[in-house]
């Protein structure tokens, strides 16, 4: 492993510990299907796609997991120079910001730093797909009905990160070198989105020169 890839590996940097698929189960093997397809160096358009056989509900799943760990070790990297000075405001540069909303504390969209949106965020999906009631993890439970609508949500939020590393951050992704494994994870996450029409294109507009 490269010097710039151990750096982002740093597991001191990981933002949040890193969620497991257990060995044995439905979603342990597709995880290893997943990672075989990438590591096999196909195009990702194609390594996205739905496996010959396997339910789609099951495939997003395992993919939102390993996004959440991804992403989560993206920003680790970079959370030392996102603080309350440098990102008073989660955003996107001048055109885009983003504020908090949930069930408990933050009932109205409200204006906070980028470290605070971050931690919220962090947790908030920590919530989502350790609830076995929307990421069922037993073989034969079926998703609920709002399964979908969680996790559209999750990933457009998840997307949010990157809007906000690639425009007020890239600098120091770049200064390690690591420019394109972000790259590519940003790719993986982009084609997977769109070939299940999992965020909206105009949700997607920030990052638009980004799409290569």
């Keep these: 492993m490269?010097?710039?890839?151990?750096?982002?590996?740093?597991?001191?940097?990981?933002?949040?510990?890193?969620?497991k698929f257990e060995p044995g189960t439905q979603r342990f093997e597709l995880h290893k299907k997943a990672q075989a397809s990438l590591n096999a160096g196909l195009d990702l358009k194609v390594a996205v796609q739905?496996?010959?056989?396997?339910e789609q509900n099951d495939w997003v799943a395992v993919h939102v997991v390993d996004f959440f760990n991804r992403i989560n070790l993206i920003y680790?990297?970079?959370?030392?120079?996102?603080?309350?000075?440098?990102?008073?405001v989660m955003?996107?540069?001048p055109k885009y910001e983003y504020r908090w909303q949930d069930e408990h504390?933050?009932?109205?969209?409200?204006?906070?730093?980028?470290?605070?949106?971050?931690?919220?965020?962090?947790d908030w999906i920590e919530v989502q797909i350790n609830?076995?009631?929307?990421?069922?993890?037993?073989?034969?439970?079926?998703?609920?009905?709002?399964?979908?609508?969680?996790?559209?949500?999750?990933?457009?939020?998840l997307f949010r990160v990157f809007v906000h590393v690639y425009i007020h951050h890239f600098d120091r992704i770049t200064q390690m070198g690591s420019e394109a494994h972000v790259n590519t994870c940003y790719k993986h996450f982009y084609y997977f989105v769109k070939e299940f029409n999992l965020i909206d294109t105009k949700e997607l507009e920030p990052l638009v020169s980004v799409c290569w």
């Design 91 to 93: 955003s996107g540069g």
């Design 76 to 88: 680790g990297t970079i959370s030392d120079y996102c603080t309350e000075q440098s990102c008073p």
């Design 131 to 157: 609830n076995e009631d929307i990421f069922p993890t037993n073989v034969g439970t079926p998703f609920p009905k709002n399964f979908l609508p969680v996790v559209k949500k999750i990933l457009s939020r």
């Design 105 to 122: 504390k933050y009932r109205k969209p409200t204006a906070l730093s980028a470290p605070q949106y971050m931690n919220l965020l962090m």
């Design 2 to 19: 490269s010097h710039a890839l151990k750096q982002v590996f740093n597991k001191d940097k990981t933002f949040r510990p890193k969620r």
């Design 50 to 54: 739905l496996p010959p056989g396997e």
